[in-house]
């Protein structure tokens, strides 16, 4: 084999290995190991090549960026555990339940509202799912109409800050996360609210899809129902304000800001009476889990990077990449084509450990502004997971659903709100400043 060859080849063993469903980080340490063996046997590198290895490992473990990560997972784990979303979506509820389509609209808003505070998608859809899908089925609501908005506003924690998933595509493309934060603004608030418009458009057309709450469930007085949602509503507020608002404002990092959303989700919990040992253990368990999980996709993905590298595959990439017909759009297209298909079968860290390292360098080549990009791969992971058949946040809903709600119906649910997220899609690309009008 020659050398030209190398490089492709260890791209596709990954990923034959990736989706065979062997563990992502092992898949890629794996390959890396045995390609680095036969790059050394083919003479294409010495053993001695593999040093920088340790150096690699040790820059990512001191990388100050990625320390938010765990934090901001431990804010939106405590927020769910101490069962301060379920009071969100009731109480929300009860605030637009005279309105047709009022538990849609609820949804939507208390979606973004988890996005903000959570960053993580599967905990919003999960949650939601959980509370407010019997809920909208027993007054009436359709399923298809129920499905779609709740695993859509569960969706919104990718794109909507301070997210996770932002945190680590800032990192992987080199660029601010404040400046992604800002850039991902507008965009995340576009998306609810066209989410909002289409559920109310539906309740205007075709009201029996989405009838108002009944009477007997409107039993509290203005006074009493405008407390319920300062009390609810106003404690998530004020600390997702004083996380992004610290960011912005440039007075604290997002690693201090993620550790003051965590230190601010245990007082809210604590105010609230439910900082017991299972809400903090169970928060702990999940935020070392999923963290656990980061570290050892960055431990292989960085082994791979630097095998593939010594393969010359990032020149192979950058080649095939700008001198693709139509060039930045033609690499525009191929990439977000990519990154769509991939969101089917792998999870958000992977792509981004894996496929962002060899994009970035040829988006930065096309002149491609860097936020701009990140905010696009947001959006497109986001409109991938809730795509038909394969889109995880599906799963997610499936997996709390009641037994009566039946998969196809889901599929048809969600179908609406994937265009939605196309015109969104569009929309940046047409109108760019979108996405960089507050950073100018």
């Avoid at 979506?89 to 509202?113: C, W």
């Amino acid at each position: 084999m020659g050398p030209e060859w190398m490089a492709p080849a260890m791209f596709g063993a990954a990923l034959l290995l990736i989706f065979s469903g062997y563990p992502v980080a092992f898949a890629l340490g794996g390959t890396s190991l045995l390609f680095a063996a036969l790059g050394v046997h083919m003479g294409f590198f010495e053993w001695t090549f593999m040093f920088a290895m340790p150096e690699r490992i040790f820059g990512v473990m001191s990388n100050q960026v990625l320390l938010a990560v765990p934090y901001f997972i431990f804010m939106g784990t405590m927020l769910e555990k101490a069962k301060l979303a379920e009071d969100l979506l009731k109480t929300i509820g009860k605030l637009f339940g005279p309105l047709r389509g009022g538990l849609a609209l609820a949804v939507v808003l208390v979606g973004a509202l988890l996005a903000a505070a959570t960053g993580v998608v599967g905990a919003s859809v999960v949650a939601m799912g959980m509370i407010s899908l019997p809920v909208m089925l027993r007054y009436g609501y359709s399923t298809e109409l129920s499905t779609g908005v709740i695993t859509a506003a569960g969706t919104l924690g990718q794109i909507i800050p301070p997210s996770v998933v932002l945190v680590v595509l800032a990192d992987q493309l080199g660029i601010s996360v404040g400046d992604l934060f800002v850039g991902s603004l507008l965009p995340g608030l576009m998306l609810a609210g066209l989410y909002a418009l289409y559920v109310v458009g539906v309740a205007m057309l075709k009201p029996k899809m989405a009838p108002a709450l009944p009477l007997t469930e409107r039993q509290e007085t203005a006074g009493q129902l405008a407390g319920q949602v300062a009390l609810v509503m106003l404690p998530p507020l004020v600390l997702i304000l004083l996380v992004l608002g610290s960011i912005f404002a440039g007075i604290a990092t997002p690693t201090e800001a993620g550790a003051l959303g965590a230190m601010g989700a245990m007082v809210l919990a604590a105010l609230h009476g439910r900082l017991g040992r299972k809400a903090l253990l169970g928060t702990m368990d999940e935020t070392v889990k999923l963290t656990s999980m980061v570290v050892f996709l960055l431990v292989g993905s960085t082994a791979f990077a630097l095998v593939f590298r010594g393969l010359n595959g990032d020149l192979w990439i950058e080649d095939l990449l700008t001198n693709l017909p139509g060039g930045k759009i033609g690499f525009l297209v191929v990439a977000n084509l990519a990154i769509f298909a991939l969101g089917f079968f792998i999870d958000f860290f992977e792509i981004a450990f894996i496929i962002i390292p060899l994009l970035a360098p040829a988006a930065a080549l096309l002149g491609i502004d860097m936020v701009w990009f990140g905010v696009m791969v947001g959006l497109n992971l986001q409109t991938s997971f809730l795509t038909p058949p394969f889109g995880f946040a599906l799963f997610y809903l499936r997996g709390v659903a009641p037994p009566e709600v039946r998969t196809i119906q889901i599929y048809r649910g969600v179908l609406p709100f994937v265009f939605i997220q196309l015109l969104a899609l569009v929309l940046i690309v047409l109108f760019p400043q979108l996405v960089t009008g507050l950073l100018d």
